[in-house]
């Protein structure tokens, strides 16, 4: 345990987040507003991206066990909020098998499996974009399905 939280944020991001918090006070009082992030930014003179980054650094780790609504019967759970029906286990794992056997296609078949089924092209566009026909496309595409079947098996 580190500062009295188990992830440990380093003091110059601390820092900023508090120095971000009190912008934003003097800030408010002043102008009867919020400052977006590129004022707190030009302010300070950082990165948008740091400044979104120490605020989420500082707050509380919050468990996904915590329930968020109890009406006396039942409570919903953080976890019932977030959970992910196409990302499961069993997801990630196929993703990790497939980008194996990716790794042992050619480098033309993976280009197009790439171009067709993760950037959406089509065989026509794909042919266009590597310069060869789109019957060729095609012939490759199926031969790099059925390696990837055959080393996923």
């Known amino acids: ?59 509380d780790p919050v468990s996904l066990q915590e329930p968020v609504y109890n009406d006396g019967t039942e409570k919903i759970y953080i976890m019932d909020q977030v959970s992910d029906q ?22 033309k078949e993976r280009d197009i499996i790439v171009r067709r089924f993760f950037d959406g092209r089509t065989q026509m566009e794909v042919a266009n974009e590597i310069g060869i026909s789109q019957a060729q496309v095609s012939r490759l595409e199926k031969s790099a399905i059925g390696h990837i079947r055959r080393l996923y098996s």
């Not at 508090?18 to 950082?46: C, D, G, M, W």
Request: no cysteine; hydrophobic share 35%; charged share 35%.
């Open 1 to 59: 345990m580190r500062d009295n939280n188990s992830i440990r944020v380093s003091r110059s991001t601390r820092d900023l987040a508090y120095k971000v918090i009190q912008f934003k006070e003097r800030y408010n009082k002043e102008h009867s507003r919020e400052p977006t992030l590129e004022e707190i930014a030009k302010e300070l003179e950082v990165k948008a991206e740091d400044i979104a980054f120490s605020l989420d650094a500082i707050q």
């Open 86 to 107: 196409k990302n499961t286990d069993e997801s990630w794992t196929e993703n990790l098998a497939i980008m194996q056997a990716m790794k042992k296609l050619t480098d």
